[in-house]
């Protein structure tokens, strides 16, 4: 059986445990050679959904197993623009510190601080937004 077969869904398994924050399944993976930047239909790496559930334990081992983090999704989304959009903050601290760029723009020219909080409900706080703007803004 192919590893890195990707099914109905468009997901490959790699894609679909880094989603779900399934980390042992992950290191297996992995450690049995899945590739960490197939993508899906939609364009997502494992990193990217990683990235927007918040699996931060799972963006580390993608990144170990050398995932390229500034890769962005057929909206022009990246990893980083989805931990904002979601809230994220520890994850954002974390990519930004291992070379995530903050100046990538989506395809409705977006950037990360543009999308900071957009995809929370409840809303983020006014704390919180003003820490990830200052974050982001350095």
Request: aromatic residues 4%; negative net charge.
């Amino acid at each position: 059986a192919d590893i890195n077969y990707c099914g109905f869904t468009g997901d490959s398994l790699l894609m679909a445990f880094s989603q779900e924050g399934k980390l042992d399944f992950v290191r297996m993976l992995l450690d049995r050679g899945a590739r960490v930047d197939i993508k899906n239909h939609k364009g997502n790496t494992a990193v990217i959904l990683a990235c927007g559930r918040g699996h931060i334990d799972i963006v580390k081992l993608l990144i170990d197993r050398g995932c390229n983090i500034n890769e962005c999704n057929l909206d022009g989304c990246s990893g980083l623009m989805l931990a904002c959009a979601h809230g994220h903050l520890d994850m954002a601290v974390y990519l930004l510190e291992h070379g995530a760029d903050r100046n990538l723009v989506s395809n409705a020219s977006l950037t990360a601080v543009e999308l900071i909080g957009t995809g929370c409900e409840p809303p983020l706080s006014s704390e919180v937004l003003a820490e990830f703007r200052r974050l982001l803004q350095c």
